[in-house]
């Protein structure tokens, strides 16, 4: 009977966690910030649950554009052009605060931090 109790508790603390809390980095990222630095500069982007998305650089840069979700992988298109854009999203669990590891279009390692809300330079 305690086990069953046990368990009954901890289904209800999973089911009572807020989704930020136990997401895939992509789920996570809809409505957050993502946060990737490289080279000097950090470039943050903004993804809606419209499929829209914005980035801005810590240089003064800006885009918008859209999004979706293809198997493992966010596909972005941005205005400026260059076409559609691939990049695998690390598997497991992530949540606001935490980094998380994915490779770009160009098969690059790169790491990102997911921010609360949108966070603008």
């Known amino acids: 009977m305690k086990t069953i109790l046990a368990a009954g508790a901890v289904l209800s603390i999973l089911a009572a966690m807020p989704a ?6 992509l789920d996570t990222a809809i409505g957050n910030t993502v946060s990737v630095s490289a080279e000097g500069k950090e470039t943050r982007y903004y993804f809606n649950e ?19 979700k293809n198997g493992d992988q ?9 076409g559609e854009q ?14 998380f ?21």
Do not use: H, Y
């Open 74 to 82: 966010l596909c972005v298109s941005w205005q400026s052009g260059g």
């Open 50 to 68: 419209n499929g829209s998305a914005s980035l801005a650089t810590s240089t003064g840069e800006a885009d918008v554009g859209t999004w979706k």
């Open 86 to 99: 691939c990049v695998a999203m690390q598997n497991g669990d992530v949540s606001v605060g935490q980094k």
């Open 101 to 121: 590891s994915f490779t770009n279009a160009e098969g690059a390692q790169r790491e990102a931090v997911i921010l609360d809300g949108k966070v603008p330079f």
């Open 20 to 25: 930020a809390m136990a997401a895939t980095a």
